[in-house]
Structure formats: C-alpha cells, structure tokens
C-alpha cells in the first residue's frame, strides 16, 4: 500500500508541475504583451513600462515561473490588476460558492444516478429498466444552461420558490444559502446523473453475469442481499471513476451556471478576470482548479486501493 501511495502522490505532483508550466508559457512567454493587454491599446509607453516592471515582465521567463511558483507554495498569490486587492482573497472568497456548489452537484448526481442504475440492472429488460433508460437519455439531451433557464422560469418566475440568481452570503444562515444553490445544483446534477446512471446500470450488469454471483444465490443468499454484498461493490470500481472525473468537472466547469444565476463563484470570477485582462488572476486561478482537479483524482486512486485490495499488491 505504501508503494501504491508513493507511486500515486509522485505522479500527482508531476503532473501539477507540467499543469504550472502549460499554464505559464500560455499566458506570459507565448507572443504578446500581458502589460499592454492590461493596461489597452490607449496606455503610453511610461504606463506599460511601469506596468511590466511591476509585474516582472522585464525578468528573465524561468526566473517570473519560480517567483510565481515560490509564491503559491507560501500562499501569496499576487495582486489583482482590476480589483487591486490580494488574489488570494478574492479565490477564498469565491471558492465559498463554488465547492459548495460542487458539493451539492455532486450529493444529487448520486443520490439520484445509484439507486436509479441499480434499479434498472435489477430489473432488465422490463418496462421499469426502459422507463429509466429513457429518463437518462433526455437528460442527455438536455443543455445544462437550458435547463437552467426552465428552472428559474418555474420555481422563481412562475412559483417564486426560489431565488432566480445572486448567492446571500454564508452569514444570513445555512438554509438561505443552500436556497441560491439549489437550482444550479439541479442544473449541474442533471445531465451528471444521466450519465452516472448508465454507467452504474452496464457496470451492474455485467458484474451479475459472473460465476461468483450465481454461486452466491446458490448457497441460498436472496437477491437482494447478492446484489448490495457482492454485486455492488464490484461494480463500484468502474463507478467510482466517472464519480471522481464528474466531480472535477463539477468543480472546475461551473463558468456557464454560475453566469446563468449571477453566483460569485470561481468560475465567474475566471470569466471577469479574462474579460478584464487580469491575467494574474487568470493564472492563478486556472492552476488552483487544474490543482483541485488532480487532487480529486488521486483521492480517487486511493479509493481504488480500498475498493479493490489487489491494487496494494505491488507486483514487479
């Protein structure tokens, strides 16, 4: 186990590295001038100038990449062109809406896809399974900011349930907050539950066709108990990694919900950033994301490990 973990952690920090450097030359080396972008095409020279000296554009590119690195590691981020505040302030400030967002995505995606593609894998071939089949593939078909926009048209235009956008703050109390979270959750979970379903009904599927399975309703276990003691848990493995890679996505491809409901997010403030030419928050921002997501991977790795105890079996 200890192998598995060095050999998971080491690729995790490889590939936060090559994810830094991407990210690096993509905004800073590659041709154009971030102080000009900044600053516009009506800047004159003294500005630009002041503007690169401050931002160490004058430095060599291997020098501005460690002091950007070094920077991150002790926790300072930089300053905000635009907002001229610490950048570091502004993505804890906006990861308050953001991984909670996330969080709730991702409880709906899997309390509505499990017991759903379990469901319909006990039940194959029925009417029930076709029922549910259908079900996933509307939600499919069905755009995210579309649905999005439905749902604010019902349950705030039409019933004024809830809010249509803006997120209250943490501090007016738990339930006004999960309230502004609730719809783009919905939003989110839809179409990541479609699919978590139909992954969750072919895993357990396939896994009821083994011998281990029959052998088990053989010795007299009922189905119920073969299907959440054995069947599950085998199927979970394949399961486990659309969950891990659908709550990257949740995390770092809420841009489009969180403009659709105003949210003070992360992702809305990449999209102001980009619109603003702060390419200091850009650059930190899309690192702390690219970050998360390598993070939740390698949570998802070590979710393998407990899982499945023959991948802790170093093999030579």
Do not use: C
């Not at 690096?24 to 004159?44: H, I, K, S, Y």
Request: charged share 15%; proline share 5%; glycine share 8%.
């Amino acid at each position: 186990m200890g192998l598995y973990l060095l050999k998971r952690l080491g690729g995790l920090l490889a590939t936060l590295v090559a994810a830094s450097i991407v990210i690096f030359l993509a905004l800073e080396v590659l041709p154009g001038d971030a102080a000009e972008m900044q600053l516009g095409q009506n800047a004159t020279p003294a500005q630009v100038l002041a503007l690169r000296t401050e931002l160490r554009l004058n430095r060599p590119a291997v020098e501005r990449y460690l002091v950007w690195i070094g920077g991150m590691a002790r926790g300072d981020f930089g300053q905000s062109y635009s907002y001229e505040v610490p950048v570091s302030g502004l993505i804890e400030q906006r990861l308050q809406v953001t991984i909670p967002l996330a969080f709730l995505a991702m409880a709906l995606t899997i309390l509505l896809a499990l017991p759903a593609g379990i469901f319909a894998a006990d039940h194959h071939g029925r009417p029930s399974d076709v029922a549910v089949s259908g079900l996933t593939q509307l939600g499919l078909a069905i755009p995210n900011f579309w649905l999005a926009i439905l749902l604010v048209l019902l349950f705030a235009v039409a019933l004024h349930l809830f809010p249509s956008g803006g997120f209250p703050g943490w501090n007016h109390g738990l339930w006004p907050g999960l309230r502004a979270l609730l719809l783009p959750a919905v939003s989110l979970a839809a179409v990541q539950a479609a699919i978590l379903t139909r992954i969750t009904r072919s895993a357990v599927l396939e896994v009821l066709g083994e011998d281990f399975v029959r052998t088990a309703r053989a010795k007299g276990l009922s189905r119920p108990a073969t299907l959440w003691r054995h069947v599950l848990r085998n199927a979970l493995i394949s399961v486990v990694t659309i969950m891990g890679l659908q709550f990257a996505y949740l995390v770092a491809g809420t841009i489009v919900i969180e403009n659709v409901f105003y949210l003070p997010g992360l992702g809305r403030l990449v999209f102001q950033a980009i619109a603003n030419r702060d390419l200091v928050v850009v650059k930190n921002a899309v690192l702390l994301l690219a970050a998360m997501v390598m993070v939740i991977n390698f949570i998802v790795d070590l979710l393998y490990a407990v899982i499945d105890p023959r991948l802790r079996i170093s093999r030579p």
